[in-house]
């Protein structure tokens, strides 16, 4: 039996390759057009990750770089479930997060910026969603930092996302900003997603349901994957 | 029965300069998780011709991409893919992953892995006589400045690519030879050369699976 076959990717959400207000996608961006063609075996399949993978820190960004002590900024949990285009909640997905620190500086050998690192903080976690797609993290909330793009060019405080579905075709990589932060609309990178609904999908609403009182807030972000297509008439290569 | 399409899927963004720090923190110069993810893409018991393959990723003014990221994804040597969705999956190599990380020298952009060659893999969908596809590994870029990731293929220059159904959509066919991979052989190891180009002369074809 085929796996069931991906719905085609509506490629109008996501930014396009070349989005000039972002300079680094002008040398990036491939001039031909992709090829469009239905994902083979090689796209329907994927890398499975099992719990064996995580550790029992890996999802708590505020234990797992220096183990004891606490990184310096705004104490946050991160949660949401992943779902797919259908609706259905997606289990054993690996989501893997990074960030800068609360100064807004990445702890990477290419990064100069002059906030200094925090020797609490790595700023990356990850963890499989449950049977329900549901994630959390608690990490601190980073801070914004310039970037060489315009003159005066800054970052809103986002967290980068990276999921890896059951398909090698659903792999998805974004960002998540915070409701309320003013940088998002002069951000160059958000802004290069052609639909305002689509920009509101990257926005995390505040959830006071989740925070802990005392010690935490929480931000929800939810996210989609690519989903399948029904097949009630698919052509049979043996007949129907 | 399958649900239909009721929500759209979240826009993607940039992996940005910082990818590795997320997705390979070992090379970002530090380390977190117990587990490092993403080699070896086959273990040392797998069976299949061990191989190298090796490139680097350049933009439109000829440089090569040292903050890329890269990952790849392939069958065995039987052309399985260790994921419940391979019909065959229950025989795949014990020890076989399938799927690695790839991060460039931040000083060169070069890169390289080591794997073994995939065997050639069934199209059910759009080869109804059986016909399989090419052996082939599937790659996906990631970096500053690529909104969405990149997804291409390398195909083997010593292999039978004739048949091959995804080589034979590209057009027009001279786009072909971007995604083939020359031989070399070093110390007795077949090195495959996959140079990836985002856009220009000799632009590298990119798929939309």
């Known amino acids: 039996m085929s796996p069931a076959p991906l719905l085609p990717r509506d490629r109008r959400r996501h930014p396009p390759a070349l989005a000039p207000a972002y300079k680094s996608t002008a040398l990036r961006a491939p001039r031909f057009p992709p090829l469009s063609l239905p994902a083979t075996l090689s796209e329907l399949t994927g890398p499975v990750f099992g719990a064996d993978v995580i550790g029992p820190l890996d999802n708590d960004l505020l234990r797992?770089?220096?183990?004891?002590?606490?990184?310096?900024?705004?104490?946050?949990?991160?949660?949401?479930?992943?779902?797919?285009?259908?609706?259905?909640?997606?289990?054993?997905?690996?989501?893997?997060?990074?960030?800068?620190?609360?100064?807004?500086?990445?702890?990477?050998?290419?990064?100069?910026?002059?906030?200094?690192?925090?020797?609490?903080?790595?700023?990356?976690?990850?963890?499989?969603?449950?049977?329900?797609?549901?994630?959390?993290?608690?990490?601190?909330?980073?801070?914004?930092?310039?970037?060489?793009?315009?003159?005066?060019?800054?970052?809103?405080?986002?967290?980068?996302?990276?999921?890896?579905?059951?398909?090698?075709?659903?792999?998805?990589?974004?960002?998540?900003?915070f409701e309320g932060d003013p940088l998002i609309a002069r951000c160059p990178i958000a802004n290069a997603i052609p639909d305002p609904a689509g920009l509101e999908a990257l926005i995390a609403p505040l959830d006071m349901t989740a925070a802990i009182p005392f010690d935490c807030l929480a931000w929800r972000f939810d996210i989609v994957l690519r989903g399948r297509r029904s097949t009630p008439f698919e052509t049979r290569p043996e007949g129907n | 029965m399958t649900p239909p399409r009721t929500l759209a899927e979240t826009p993607s963004q940039t992996a940005g300069p910082y990818v590795h720090i997320g997705l390979a923190p070992e090379a970002a110069g530090f380390s977190v998780f117990e587990t490092a993810l993403g080699q070896p893409i086959a273990g040392p018991e797998v069976p299949g011709e061990r191989i190298r393959v090796e490139g680097a990723v350049f933009d439109a003014a000829g440089a090569p991409m040292r903050d890329v990221l890269i990952e790849v994804w392939q069958a065995d040597a039987e052309g399985i893919y260790p994921h419940p969705a391979d019909p065959r999956h229950a025989a795949a190599a014990s020890g076989f992953r399938g799927w690695g990380r790839v991060v460039p020298d931040f000083d060169t952009g070069g890169w390289a892995f080591?794997?073994?060659?995939?065997?050639?893999?069934?199209?059910?969908?759009?080869?109804?006589?059986?016909?399989?596809?090419?052996?082939?590994?599937?790659?996906?870029?990631?970096?500053?400045?690529?909104?969405?990731?990149?997804?291409?293929?390398?195909?083997?220059?010593?292999?039978?690519?004739?048949?091959?159904?995804?080589?034979?959509?590209?057009?027009?066919?001279?786009?072909?030879?971007?995604?083939?991979?020359?031989?070399?052989?070093?110390?007795?190891?077949?090195?495959?050369?996959?140079?990836?180009?985002?856009?220009?002369?000799?632009?590298?074809?990119?798929?939309?699976?």
């Open chain 1, 64 to 177: 797992n770089f220096a183990g004891s002590g606490s990184p310096i900024g705004e104490r946050i949990i991160l949660h949401g479930r992943v779902l797919d285009e259908n609706a259905r909640p997606v289990p054993d997905v690996l989501v893997e997060i990074w960030q800068a620190n609360a100064g807004g500086r990445y702890r990477h050998v290419t990064d100069g910026y002059l906030a200094p690192l925090d020797p609490g903080f790595g700023g990356c976690g990850r963890t499989l969603t449950d049977a329900d797609g549901g994630y959390a993290f608690r990490t601190i909330r980073p801070g914004p930092y310039p970037w060489r793009n315009g003159g005066n060019d800054w970052r809103p405080a986002h967290v980068h996302f990276s999921l890896s579905g059951p398909a090698f075709a659903q792999r998805l990589v974004t960002q998540m900003y």
């Open chain 2, 114 to 209: 080591d794997t073994i060659r995939p065997g050639p893999v069934p199209d059910p969908v759009r080869s109804p006589d059986g016909r399989p596809m090419a052996p082939h590994i599937s790659f996906l870029i990631l970096a500053r400045g690529i909104n969405l990731g990149l997804q291409t293929r390398m195909y083997f220059a010593d292999a039978d690519n004739t048949a091959d159904p995804v080589l034979a959509a590209i057009d027009p066919p001279a786009r072909r030879e971007t995604l083939i991979a020359p031989r070399t052989e070093r110390d007795g190891t077949p090195v495959y050369r996959f140079d990836i180009r985002l856009q220009g002369e000799r632009e590298t074809v990119f798929f939309d699976f």
